[in-house]
């Protein structure tokens, strides 16, 4: 009889292995399982998703858990414009993309074979679901895994390669060139992953959130409640403009959610939080590969813009500029720039250098678009200036 209990224990860990979590969490989301629930307040997951795996549906002759199905409909939506979740066979129309760009080679990408053995080997829809079906289960006959240091089943794929992340991982030796893993060879060492931690990493797509220059980003911390919340926020919440950047949306995601929660970070205030920022370069050949970059605040800026009426008034200003002020610590421009912005808003006409002032500053129509306005958003940064200066004294 097929064991359809699962219950889940994870605990942080690389940016890479948080965001296949955090990740999959958004699938989960899908199956109605309530995610709040297994986000524990010491920065774990744990909870029982036995549902979304013993839900199943009939597709193509073949049995697809609803958590395999959802996980098909979101990679779908993420990668593809034209992607439509009402389609005879979103499966097919999604699985080249995942194995044949994303996650290269991990399956085989000719979706000619997904459904019908041939002559050598099972079909590969078969094959993955083979992969798929001991997940979160664990035997202590196991090998111990490197990124969940538990036993789980080991079955496919189990030496952290290219194959789960081409920047980051090595190259089969048996079919590439020698490389600092080794050769992936599991007599002589590497990173070695179970099926399960294997199969989170193939959920790293979905917890990145795409801006407007081609940059993604993920959000990574010690906890997994505050990573899934932050990620939210920075996928949901902003007006994005080409100039932000990512320290400021690092910084934006911390005070949305000190501002538009009840929580604070407690205890997770004076450890890293950092934001992994991914962007396309064009090498010499024409192709594209992946620059990984690594943003974080000093704990000093993180303690200031964590205060709940401080990160209320950012929050309510919502410009970057100003923002940016904070982060670089020039408390006392934002004094000079209140009294600026307050003195063209008291004269008759603008000139082109006022205008453009304001329009420098100011990227919100609602900040900008009367003198009224204008002498609001003054005030707030000089009631901002009188709060940080509190808080600074306060130390």
């Known amino acids: 009889m097929e064991n359809t209990e699962k219950y889940i224990e994870l605990y942080p860990g690389h940016w890479l292995y948080n965001a296949g979590v955090v990740g999959f969490l958004s699938v989960l989301e899908r199956c109605n399982i309530n995610v709040a629930d297994l986000l524990l307040r010491d920065g774990t997951i744990k909870g029982d998703i036995s549902t979304a795996f013993s839900d199943k549906r009939n597709h193509k002759g073949f049995e697809v858990p609803e958590v395999i199905w959802q996980w098909f409909i979101s990679s779908g939506k993420n990668l ?48 993955f679901l083979k992969f798929i079906t001991p ?81 993604k980003v993920f959000v990574n911390a010690p906890s997994f409640k505050l990573m899934y919340e932050l990620n939210r926020l920075i996928n949901n919440s902003f007006e994005w403009s080409r100039n932000n950047n990512n320290k400021s949306l690092l910084a934006m995601s911390v005070i949305e959610y000190c501002a538009k929660s009840n929580a604070t970070l407690g205890l997770w205030l004076g450890m890293n939080i950092e934001i992994i920022a991914i962007t396309k370069k064009i090498k010499e050949n024409g192709q594209y590969e992946d620059i990984i970059e690594y943003y974080s605040l000093p704990s000093s800026v993180t303690q200031l813009i964590s205060n709940k009426r401080i990160a209320t008034l950012l929050s309510d200003i919502g410009e970057f500029k100003i923002l940016n002020l904070v982060l670089d610590e020039k408390y006392k421009e934002l004094v000079e720039l209140a009294y600026r912005i307050l003195k063209i808003s008291m004269k008759d006409d603008f000139n082109k250098g006022d205008q453009k002032f304001i329009n420098d500053y100011l990227f919100l129509f609602r900040n900008k678009y009367s003198k009224t306005a204008q002498r609001l958003v003054a ?11 509190e808080q600074l004294k306060t130390k």
């Open 135 to 215: 997940l979160f289960e664990y035997e202590d006959s196991n090998p111990t895994c490197s990124f969940c240091m538990k036993k789980g089943k080991q079955s496919y794929k189990n030496r952290f390669s290219s194959e789960h992340y081409k920047e980051l991982g090595g190259s089969d030796g048996t079919k590439g060139m020698p490389n600092s893993f080794w050769n992936n060879k599991k007599s002589i060492g590497g990173t070695e992953l179970c099926d399960t931690c294997s199969f989170l990493l193939l959920n790293r797509h979905l917890s990145f959130t795409a801006l407007n220059d081609w940059t």
């Open 379 to 389: 005030n707030k940064i000089l009631k901002l200036y009188a709060l940080i200066e």
């Open 80 to 127: 593809k414009n034209d992607f439509d979740e009402n389609n005879d066979d979103l499966i097919k129309d999604i699985w080249g993309t995942l194995f044949n760009v994303v996650y290269r080679g991990f399956f085989n990408a000719n979706s000619n074979l997904l459904y019908a053995p041939s002559k050598t080997s099972p079909a590969v829809f078969d094959s």
